[in-house]
T-cell receptor, first 117, second 110 residues
Framework: DTEVTQTPKHLVMGMTNKKSLKCEQH?????MYWYKQKAKKPPELMFV???????INESVPSRFSPECPNSSLLNLHLHALQPEDSALYLC????????????????FGPGTRLTVL | SQQGEEDPQALSIQEGENATMNCSYK?????LQWYRQNSGRGLVHLIL?????REKHSGRLRVTLDTSKKSSSLLITASRAADTASYFC??????????FGEGTQLTVNP
């Protein structure tokens, strides 16, 4: 299984809602990532989990709250979002080279298209 | 910017021609990866080149890395209409930061 799955595919939410994005992989990858991509722009790294621990937070506002309940699952909890947070949210995973803090190729999910009204 | 530049921003060629995209960066890297994104297949990894490698091939793809010039290039030979996509170079720098370049939009005309 070389697939990263993301649910839901589309999400529309109001600024007062609380929602969660989910990501799952069964490739044994121990690094998982959240990216945000606006239209016609490259993906921007938000968070990195290594061995189920948050290793990188790229100064993301606290209205985005990541969670890694186990090595296969990654969640992104959303609360009190703004319309400018509307974007494609991509999850990815990769192996971590043993003994070296560097990463291999990333496998991306299809993304969740989020619209904040 | 920290992430460097990609050029060209857009490239339009005929089927069968070769396409070359370039990527520059400013800080030292652990590795450099190239990805393709189109609406049909999402974001897909193409090739990874480590900082101690100079050239790598995968099918119709050839990647070079010149760490002295802090630049990389991706060559796609014998292009096909299905190669139409955005191509990104992704730099992994010290501290395991992963940064996408702005991308090159490639259009291959049948």
């Amino acid at each position: 299984d070389t697939e990263v799955t993301q649910t839901p595919k589309h999400l529309v939410m109001g600024m007062t809602n609380k929602k969660s994005l989910k990501c799952e992989q069964h490739m044994g990858h121990r690094a998982m990532y959240w990216y945000k991509q606006k239209a016609k722009k490259p993906p921007e790294l938000m968070f990195v989990y290594s061995y189920e621990k948050l290793s990188i937070n790229e100064s993301v506002p606290s209205r985005f709250s990541p969670e890694c309940p186990n090595s296969s699952l990654l969640n992104l909890h959303l609360h009190a979002l703004q319309p400018e947070d509307s974007a494609l949210y991509l999850c990815a995973s990769s192996h971590i080279l043993a003994g070296v803090r560097t990463y291999n190729e990333q496998f991306f999910g299809p993304g969740t298209r989020l619209t904040v009204l | 910017s920290q992430q460097g530049e990609e050029d060209p921003q857009a490239l339009s060629i005929q089927e069968g021609e070769n396409a070359t995209m370039n990527c520059s960066y400013k800080t030292s890297i652990n590795n450099l990866q190239w990805y393709r994104q189109n609406s049909g297949r999402g974001l897909v990894h193409l090739i990874l080149i480590r900082s101690n490698e100079r050239e790598k091939h995968s099918g119709r793809l050839r990647v070079t890395l010149d760490t002295s010039k802090k630049s990389s290039s991706l060559l796609i030979t014998a292009s096909r209409a299905a190669d139409t996509a955005s191509y990104f170079c992704v730099k992994e720098t010290s501290g395991s930061r992963l940064t996408f370049g702005e991308g090159t939009q490639l259009t291959v005309n049948p």
